[in-house]
């Protein structure tokens, strides 16, 4: 296993090594929006956690730790990549300290940290375990671990197993292209080959995504106490909020409207949803 791990660290440094100096624009989480809902979520933390000490796993160059600012005196960012950690923006009032390590290895205090992030990351490890154990160790009692944006296996699952010989809506042939055909996007974009990034997101593209029957029961065995999945970001959302047929602010109305009954018929609706996240408690 160890040559696995070290395999796909090496290939995250390599592809986001290529990405870095575009990363922030070519990145559909760093819209307004999706900034947006992360502050939303962080806040309403704040209201029952103290967030003062700050771990953000898998920082890349900073779209936690920009948010994360608001709330919190230290923020510690950890990444394999260091050309994404010189594009972190470390002004502020809080502390920022960045540290050059995989996650799954990097000294951390033990009992230190009120919050854990892990924006759109779990997904490039190639074991989860050693991560949230450390991650579990470093915070306080009563701290959270909050992790988002990782590909949900139940979408994922749904799409493969569509018939590619019929001629779907645009809505269901975009998904199926992001499924089957990103890694050779990124090549032509970046000149990563695809067996490369395939190994950076292993928990994507190797595993089929992140299921949450087994995230739950592995955070809970490691002594997380409480677990709360997010489902995010549903099947034709894209099209919805880009529409420019229809008032802008009457596309996201709609698009929360969409969210929040399709949350409401989880769990029978995950499979329209190609994130999930969670919030858990130790």
């Not at 390599?14 to 559909?28: G, I, L, R, T």
């Not at 000490?53 to 890349?60: I, P, R, T, Y």
């Not at 306080?140 to 139940?154: E, H, Q, R, T, W």
């Not at 109305?253 to 130790?282: D, T, W």
Request: a negative charge.
């Amino acid at each position: 296993m160890e040559d696995k791990i070290t395999e796909a660290i090496k290939a995250n440094i390599a592809v986001h090594s290529a990405m870095a100096d575009d990363y922030n624009q070519v990145e559909p989480h760093f819209r307004p929006e999706s900034v947006d809902r992360v502050s939303k979520i962080i806040h309403k933390l704040s209201l029952s956690h103290s967030l003062e000490n700050a771990l953000d796993l898998g920082c890349g160059t900073g779209f936690m730790i920009n948010i994360l600012k608001d709330y919190s005196k230290t923020i510690t960012g950890v990444d394999v990549t260091e050309a994404m950690l010189k594009k972190v923006d470390k002004r502020g009032k809080a502390f920022i300290d960045l540290i050059n390590s995989d996650t799954g290895t990097v000294v951390l205090p033990t009992d230190f940290f009120d919050i854990a992030t892990a924006y759109t990351f779990l997904d490039h490890l190639y074991d989860l375990k050693p991560t949230i154990v450390n991650t579990y160790n470093s915070l306080k009692k009563g701290g959270i671990f909050y992790a988002d944006l990782s590909p949900n296996f139940y979408f994922w699952e749904s799409i493969k197993n569509l018939n590619h010989s019929v001629e779907y809506d645009f809505i269901l042939q975009r998904e199926i292209n992001a499924v089957h055909y990103k890694h050779e996007e990124i090549e032509d974009q970046f000149g990563v080959k695809k067996e490369i990034f395939t190994a950076a997101e292993y928990q994507k593209h190797v595993k089929g995504g992140l299921i949450e029957e087994e995230l739950r029961e592995l955070l809970l065995s490691i002594g997380f106490t409480k677990v709360e999945f997010i489902y995010h970001w549903f099947v034709g959302q894209a099209q919805l909020i880009n529409d420019n047929t229809i008032d802008k602010e009457k596309r996201f109305e709609h698009a929360n409207i969409m969210h929040e009954y399709l949350c409401q018929s989880l769990p029978l609706s995950r499979n329209l949803f190609k994130y999930v996240g969670f919030i858990a408690s130790k």
